[in-house]
């Protein structure tokens, strides 16, 4: 069965601090897979989104890795912000005929003054 | 306004209406998509359509209608509400489908009483 499991399931942190959050996945065959950032009352907003060939992806203080090896992916947030509060959220794309997207449930991050 | 916009933001419904939730965007984007998220799960695809008048059950289908007479549009409609459908309403759309950034409106919160 096609999963997407994301740890840890939330985290606060003090802004200015680093953190990184992991996301390991069934899903097969790959095609590719995506971090989005929600904020609580928003859409979910892409961070990255990396293929199969791609290691390492960032997005100002976001990084993405990507190891389709293990399955596992992580995303490194530096220099934390107040505004980086919000819900995590890992995406993976199946390679079939409708590219299915299979949800993690995401990692709620709350970052304190 | 350049995006992707749904409407209304809240809706309170009750059991047996009929409801529908609008979509538009603004980009000729190809592929629309409406998920809904509850607590525990991942965001779940209801509908998607490739193109105007083209569209195709996701995972959670029963219970709704979705009609794109016109590539900007895409109406969700619920024929009669339940109280299971309360749940939050996200509309998406992207260029190219399922390897492509998608983009999502703000979110419908829908209550069936």
């Known amino acids: 069965k096609n999963q997407v499991e994301q740890s840890p399931q939330s985290l606060i942190i003090l802004e200015g601090k680093n953190c990184t959050l992991q996301?390991?996945?069934?899903?097969?065959?790959?095609?590719?897979l995506r971090w989005y950032k929600q904020d609580t009352g928003r859409g979910p907003v892409s961070l990255t989104i990396m293929t199969f060939s791609e290691n390492t992806k960032s997005n100002g203080r976001y990084t993405a890795t990507l190891d389709a090896d293990t399955k596992q992916s992580s995303l490194h947030i530096t220099a934390s912000q107040l505004s980086d509060s919000a819900s995590y959220i890992c995406v993976v794309s199946a390679k079939s005929g409708d590219r299915k997207l299979i949800w993690g449930l995401g990692t709620s991050l709350g970052v304190n003054p | 306004d350049a995006g992707i916009t749904q409407s209304p933001r809240y809706k309170i419904t009750e059991t047996g209406r009929q409801v529908t939730l609008m979509c538009h965007q603004t980009w000729s984007h190809s592929y629309m998509f409406w998920y809904r998220q509850d607590l525990g799960h991942g965001l779940r695809l209801i509908y998607y359509?490739?193109?105007?008048?083209?569209?195709d059950k996701g995972e959670v289908p029963d219970g709704y209608v979705v009609s794109r007479s016109k590539t900007e549009n895409f109406p969700l409609t619920l024929e009669s509400a339940t109280r299971s459908q309360t749940s939050v309403y996200f509309c998406a759309s992207s260029d190219l489908g399922g390897n492509t950034e998608a983009f999502f409106g703000q979110g419908t919160r829908l209550t069936v009483v």
């Open positions: 359509s490739a193109a105007a008048d083209i569209t």
């Open positions: 996301c390991n996945y069934t899903v097969s065959p790959f095609s590719n």
